[in-house]
């Protein structure tokens, strides 16, 4: 597991404190602009691109390590469009090299048509089948909620999930919050991730992120440790993002 209890205290396990220590230290040498930080993340924010604004975001490799078994996914290809209206196409991609087949694939809508304090949205997914044996669609939908104040940005999501492309059909909740801290040029994310499916344990997970500006690209990393036996120990992600107008 992720942590280990020591009396009254929870401690984090040795990998995942060796993880958190290193992507730390790497964010504090590196330069971070203001900028949209998702992915490395599992919280999106109630906001959307401008309109015939494509942003890319390319997973160079995800790594998730559980009884010392690491799961390596790569690519991760997030691709979105904004669209008129505060709305945006989102698009989803994994592949898991180990499997030689995707690992999970979808497409869907973000809308936030609510500006303020806090700005308002939702997002819809529909999850793709990507395995011989699926037999349907699944679908994810979100509500969001992006609370900005004068040293820090607050996310927070919460939502549903049905997955009807296996069987048998699994359904559940999942809910998260990152906090962002733009602190001398560096913009440190922190958050925490829970979600289950209806009668299993539940997957919760904490991390840490970064992302570093390179002109015209950026890079992200980030890193979570499990909390609960359901999550992984420890996983890490490192994304290389863009933005163009398409046309």
């Given at each position: 597991?992720?942590?280990?209890?020591?009396?009254?205290?929870?401690?984090?396990?040795?990998?995942a404190?060796?993880?958190?220590?290193?992507?730390?230290?790497?964010?504090?040498?590196l330069?971070?602009?203001?900028?949209?930080?998702?992915?490395?993340?599992?919280?999106?924010?109630?906001?959307?691109?401008?309109?015939n604004?494509?942003?890319?975001?390319?997973?160079?490799?995800?790594?998730?390590r559980?009884?010392?078994?690491?799961?390596?996914?790569?690519?991760?290809?997030?691709?979105?469009?904004?669209?008129?209206?505060?709305?945006e196409?989102?698009?989803?991609?994994?592949?898991?090299?180990?499997d030689?087949?995707?690992?999970?694939?979808?497409?869907?809508?973000?809308?936030?048509?609510?500006?303020?304090?806090?700005?308002?949205?939702?997002?819809?997914?529909?999850?793709?089948?990507?395995?011989?044996?699926d037999?349907?669609?699944?679908?994810?939908?979100?509500?969001?909620?992006?609370?900005?104040?004068?040293?820090?940005?607050?996310?927070?999501?919460?939502?549903?999930?049905?997955?009807?492309?296996?069987?048998?059909?699994?359904?559940?909740?999942?809910?998260?919050a990152?906090?962002e801290?733009?602190?001398?040029?560096?913009?440190?994310?922190?958050?925490?991730?829970?979600?289950?499916?209806?009668?299993?344990?539940?997957?919760?997970?904490?991390?840490?992120?970064?992302?570093?500006?390179?002109?015209?690209?950026?890079?992200?990393?980030?890193?979570?440790?499990?909390?609960?036996?359901e999550?992984?120990?420890?996983?890490?992600?490192?994304?290389?993002?863009?933005?163009?107008?398409?046309?």
């Amino acid at each position: 597991m992720g942590w280990t209890r020591d009396g009254d205290r929870m401690l984090m396990s040795p990998t995942a404190r060796r993880w958190a220590s290193a992507i730390i230290l790497v964010a504090s040498f590196l330069y971070v602009s203001p900028a949209q930080s998702f992915p490395p993340y599992r919280s999106t924010d109630a906001d959307t691109s401008a309109p015939n604004t494509v942003e890319l975001r390319l997973g160079l490799v995800e790594v998730e390590r559980e009884d010392r078994d690491d799961k390596v996914t790569t690519p991760l290809v997030r691709l979105n469009l904004g669209l008129p209206g505060h709305a945006e196409f989102v698009t989803e991609l994994e592949y898991v090299p180990r499997d030689e087949r995707l690992g999970d694939a979808a497409v869907g809508v973000k809308w936030a048509p609510i500006r303020g304090a806090p700005a308002l949205g939702v997002e819809t997914l529909a999850l793709l089948p990507v395995r011989a044996d699926d037999r349907g669609l699944g679908f994810e939908g979100q509500l969001l909620a992006t609370l900005e104040g004068e040293s820090a940005v607050l996310h927070v999501n919460g939502g549903g999930f049905l997955d009807a492309r296996s069987s048998p059909t699994e359904a559940g909740w999942r809910a998260s919050a990152l906090v962002e801290l733009p602190l001398s040029g560096i913009r440190p994310g922190f958050e925490a991730f829970a979600k289950q499916q209806f009668g299993d344990s539940f997957d919760a997970r904490i991390g840490v992120g970064a992302i570093v500006s390179l002109g015209r690209f950026d890079l992200r990393a980030g890193v979570h440790a499990g909390v609960t036996p359901e999550a992984p120990d420890v996983s890490l992600s490192l994304w290389l993002g863009t933005k163009f107008s398409a046309w």
